[in-house]
């Protein structure tokens, strides 16, 4: 029988991750995307009975994966709240921080989450459950700008303004509910042989609308020079640009955007130093073994 981390999801570039975090025994951590733990569980091997780890994620199916250890606390919470979190636990500063962005292999497989267009399941796509708003209370809700909006930005969607639409007449006939339903207006749409790419677009900036995804990884950017202690380290791993570019433009420049900032004698401010010039990748062999693997980018830097 598998273990949970192996069978919820299997950690993309885990050495890479765990050697980027440097980590001392003795040191705290933070995994802000604690998911079946594979990482977690890495961390844990590495630290000293004096070391301590502080785990957040937000769905409670990745929660029950949590093993029975002194050492890591596991916050129930969006890591958009990483601080004030941290405060309260008096675990500030910390040593090194990690984030595996995206969705888990057990989310996109679990047809009843609706993250997955392989399954007819209803559009939902919350990753904490808690939450009120469904995909589909979304799609439904939207004026056609606004879904073109959210299908330009999120999904980077081709034609997104025909595409919004189109959702827009369809929904007129009746709501779309499931992951079939939002499928079977799509398709249509499609050109030929690009069917999957373009459902993955669409069905990804629903995703990331309903759970604010890009607004909960700028407020972690930003939090992370304030928590992490100097000559610590930020580990961050993305699936797709929207991502990857927040991250790079952070580590690099000090700045979302990309706009570095300088003091009066032209040194730069950014509280980060990257450690690579490009992000590291997973080799040939991850991806056959993990095809989801093969959009990871990983990026890794010093707080300085």
């Not at 990483?82 to 636990?89: P, Q, T, V």
């Amino acid at each position: 029988m598998k273990k949970a981390d192996e069978t919820y999801h299997d950690p993309v570039l885990l050495h890479d991750c765990i050697d980027g975090l440097a980590l001392r025994p003795d040191g705290v951590y933070v995994d802000v995307t604690f998911g079946g733990g594979g990482h977690s569980r890495a961390i844990l091997a590495e630290l000293g009975p004096k070391g301590s780890l502080i785990a957040f994620d937000r769905d409670a199916d990745a929660r029950r994966n949590a093993p029975n250890d002194p050492r890591l606390t596991v916050v129930p919470s969006d890591f958009r709240w990483l601080k004030n979190h941290l405060r309260f636990l008096d675990k500030l500063p910390i040593d090194g921080l990690l984030a595996d962005l995206g969705v888990s292999s057990h989310q996109f497989d679990t047809a009843e989450r609706g993250f997955s267009f392989r399954f007819d399941a209803p559009l939902d796509m919350r990753m904490d459950q808690r939450a009120k708003r469904t995909a589909a209370d979304l799609l439904n809700a939207l004026d056609e700008r606004a879904l073109t909006e959210l299908l330009r930005k999120y999904g980077e969607v081709d034609n997104a303004h025909r595409v919004a639409r189109q959702l827009v007449q369809a929904r007129t006939q009746r709501r779309i509910g499931t992951t079939s339903q939002l499928t079977e207006v799509l398709r249509p749409m499609a050109r030929r042989g690009e069917e999957h790419s373009f459902l993955a677009q669409v069905f990804q900036a629903l995703r990331i609308a309903v759970n604010d995804e890009l607004g909960a990884l700028e407020a972690l950017l930003r939090v992370s020079a304030e928590v992490i202690k100097p000559g610590g380290r930020l580990v961050v791993m993305s699936y797709h640009s929207l991502e990857d570019r927040l991250v790079k433009n952070w580590m690099r420049s000090g700045d979302l955007a990309g706009q570095e900032e300088k003091d009066v004698f032209g040194n730069s401010k950014r509280p980060f130093k990257p450690l690579q010039s490009k992000a590291i990748q997973p080799s040939e062999q991850e991806q056959l073994t993990n095809p989801r693997a093969r959009s990871a980018r990983l990026r890794i830097a010093t707080r300085q």
